[in-house]
């Protein structure tokens, strides 16, 4: 698995949560329109869910690595933000 699979209206949640995963132009669409315009109008339809998805994958699998070590062996992890089940790569 290399990137999650998501809907457009997930890949909006996750870009109004990490808006890192947004390229150079929404972010500065999100500065000049503000934050009211850019969530309702600009989020629904100017986002690549393919990339998103991706970099939402990676994202998350690194910040998996890093609380790996605290974890005991086999445990699962859910993530109630998105309803994601992870489980051990």
Same mark, same amino acid.
């Given at each position: *698995?290399? +990137?999650?699979? =998501?809907? /457009?209206?997930? +890949? /909006?949640?996750?870009? %109004?949560?990490? @808006?890192?995963? @947004?390229? %150079?132009? $929404?972010? &500065?669409?999100?500065? #000049?329109?503000? /934050? ?22 990676? $994202? *998350? &699998? !690194?910040?998996?690595? =890093?609380?790996?070590?605290?974890? !005991?062996?086999?445990?699962? #992890? %859910? !993530?109630?933000?998105? =309803? $994601?089940? =992870?489980? &051990?790569?």
């Amino acid at each position: *698995m290399e +990137a999650f699979k =998501v809907s /457009r209206n997930i +890949a /909006r949640l996750i870009i %109004l949560q990490r @808006t890192e995963l @947004t390229n %150079l132009f $929404l972010k &500065k669409l999100r500065k #000049i329109f503000g /934050r009211y315009i850019y969530s309702n109008f600009v989020s629904k339809y100017c986002i690549n869910i393919n990339k998103i998805g991706r970099e939402y994958f990676s $994202l *998350m &699998k !690194s910040e998996y690595r =890093v609380i790996e070590s605290y974890l !005991s062996s086999g445990q699962k #992890i %859910l !993530s109630l933000d998105l =309803v $994601l089940v =992870v489980l &051990k790569f």
